[in-house]
């Protein structure tokens, strides 16, 4: 900000020098000099400022970026313009002709901003909002989707997560709700390219699982963004048409432009995730119901007795001692029980335990999920060509058994300055993934009364295991044949609903520019992304009965030219 300033400053100054002509020079000691004045890619400047240091002698550049300007031998030009860096150039009394190249500064690379189809503007000319987010700032969020790493980086977006695990989807919306049906969120536009930004990519939807893979943008690799715009309103997305209604996030990848020599750049990160809290319950009363019957809370007009709870909610079974003890076989999970006393009864397998609570039982169903993501890039060039390439391998084991995601992402870009009016772009990316287990939903278990306060979590997770195949069951004489919710273990240790994708993304552009205020592009792009899954469900049944295996496949091939 103090930069600008200084630069709004020295072009005030620089203009009303210009205007009274205002020269401290001396005639005998004093020339006159030219010179003009342009960008890094030799596009004239008009407006830059031209000082001699130390003084307010000055001038500005017209629009072929030229000026003139009479000093003395010794002075020093002090030459500024906004959003680059001022340059100070000594005079030499033998030469009269200054041709000059500004350097961008980098502190001010944000106010220029990737609009519709690529093109760069400087964000204070633009007629709508647009918010530019740093590539750093999206990877080192650590998210598999991109679209959870934009969460509270641009005002009036707002993101909300998935149950997907590790690989879930995220919505997007842009200044709320746009239309009353259909999909609200914006487009995700990849280097000229789009992308689907579905809310689930596939599967189906139940109250226990909504097998939610996520969509194709998980397969995009934060490491190589270069920047992001956030584009809002329907001017900003114009050129998109009818699907840019809900604005777009337009990603640019970075290209290895500008950069000359060679480097190499490894990064390394690996984290931890836990689950930090779940929903607060009461720990004070039992398993128990006060619904089924009417004379719940009445007096049985019949016998004159009064029920304040169901009278079933406890069936009474004879301990080790021969003792007649109230037992949690057979009841209800519903919180409506007496209150905890710690008392000894019959538990849900049928082993004498202590009537208490278990107040982390929930956050007990859940693991210590790890993720390790390393990225190898190469970047480097000549004046002439330019190129990036990078390798990236990302690994992430989720909170709930079996919720794992892999991905492996190759990009290759590079550039050629065929001459001073041609260039050619060409770019590839190469991604697989595998998305293997989306999460349970469990808390339906507990809300529903599957899993009571009074439900060991941690010891009855494990024991989901019978000799015959299959969940427990009493029949069989299974030992936890009547503790409640053996299937949801069942299931959690031997279901396998693997998701595989491919995604690669070639593209050609050639920019041909013959003159100053022409510009001509052509480009060719193709998307091409195939899913494949593979559900293995191990039956229940003895000898596991009752399961199934299913295999899906799905291509899709989208060509543009334009």
Not at 60 to 84: A, C, H, P, R, W
Not at 101 to 110: I, K, N, V, W
Not at 486 to 511: A, C, G, R, S, Y
């Amino acid at each position: 900000m103090n930069q600008t300033l200084q630069s709004l400053k020295r072009i005030c100054l620089g203009l009303c020098l210009y205007l009274i002509g205002t020269n401290g020079a001396s005639a005998q000691d004093s020339f006159t000099i030219t010179g003009r004045i342009t960008d890094e890619t030799g596009t004239p400047l008009l407006g830059a400022t031209v000082l001699i240091e130390g003084s307010t002698q000055g001038t500005l550049t017209n629009e072929d970026g030229e000026f003139s300007l009479k000093v003395q031998k010794g002075d020093k030009l002090e030459i500024s313009y906004m959003s680059f860096l001022t340059q100070i150039i000594p005079i030499v009394p033998t030469q009269t002709v200054y041709n000059i190249q500004m350097e961008p500064d980098a502190l001010s690379t944000s106010e220029i901003v990737v609009t519709a189809l690529g093109i760069r503007r400087d964000q204070k000319a633009l007629g709508y909002a647009v918010t530019e987010v740093d590539g750093d700032e999206v990877a080192s969020a650590n998210t598999v989707s991109p679209v959870a790493a934009l969460q509270g980086k641009a005002a009036g977006v707002s993101i909300n997560g998935s149950d997907g695990g590790v690989f879930g989807g995220s919505k997007i919306q842009i200044r709320g709700v746009s239309t009353l049906e259909g999909n609200n969120q914006p487009i995700f536009v990849v280097d000229g390219v789009i992308l689907d930004n579905d809310s689930f990519s596939s599967g189906e939807f139940s109250n226990y699982s909504t097998d939610d893979y996520g969509n194709q943008l998980k397969n995009l690799n934060p490491d190589d963004f270069e920047n992001v715009s956030i584009l809002k309103g329907a001017a900003a997305t114009a050129l998109y048409g009818s699907r840019g209604i809900n604005g777009a996030v337009v990603i640019t990848t970075k290209s290895g432009s500008g950069k000359k020599g060679f480097g190499i750049s490894v990064t390394q990160t690996t984290g931890i995730d836990w689950v930090y809290a779940t929903p607060k319950f009461q720990n004070e009363f039992g398993s128990g119901t006060i619904a089924g019957n009417i004379n719940y809370g009445k007096v049985d007009a019949s016998t004159g007795n009064y029920y304040r709870f169901d009278v079933n909610q406890f069936y009474l079974e004879e301990n080790s001692a021969g003792v007649m003890v109230p037992s949690l076989r057979g009841g209800s999970g519903m919180s409506w029980g007496p209150r905890f006393d710690g008392r000894q009864i019959i538990g849900y397998n049928g082993q004498e335990t202590a009537y208490k609570a278990y107040k982390r039982n929930m956050k007990q169903a859940y693991q210590v999920g790890v993720n390790t993501n390393t990225n190898v890039s190469i970047q480097g060039g000549t004046d002439k060509i330019n190129f990036y390439f990078s390798d990236s391998y990302n690994y992430r084991k989720g909170t709930f058994t079996g919720n794992n995601f892999e991905r492996n992402s190759m990009l290759l870009k590079g550039k050629y300055n065929i001459s001073p009016t041609v260039t050619l772009d060409a770019s590839v990316n190469f991604v697989q993934s595998n998305s293997q287990n989306p999460p349970y939903m469990l808390g339906n278990y507990f809300w529903n009364g599957t899993y009571g306060r009074d439900y060991d979590v941690k010891f009855y997770k494990d024991k989901w295991h019978t000799a015959h195949g299959g969940v427990p069951n009493t029949d069989f004489g299974d030992e936890y044949g009547t503790v409640p919710g053996m299937d949801f273990w069942f299931d959690l240790h031997n279901k396998k609903h693997v998701q595989k994708e491919t995604m690669v993304i070639p593209i050609v552009k050639l920019n041909i520019q013959p003159l100053d205020w022409l510009s001509i592009n052509g480009e060719l792009n193709m998307n091409y992304y195939a899913t494949k899954t593979d559900w293995r469900d191990l039956g229940q049944g003895y000898r596991n009965q009752g399961g199934q295996y299913k295999l899906g496949l799905s291509e899709k091939i989208q060509r543009t030219a334009k």
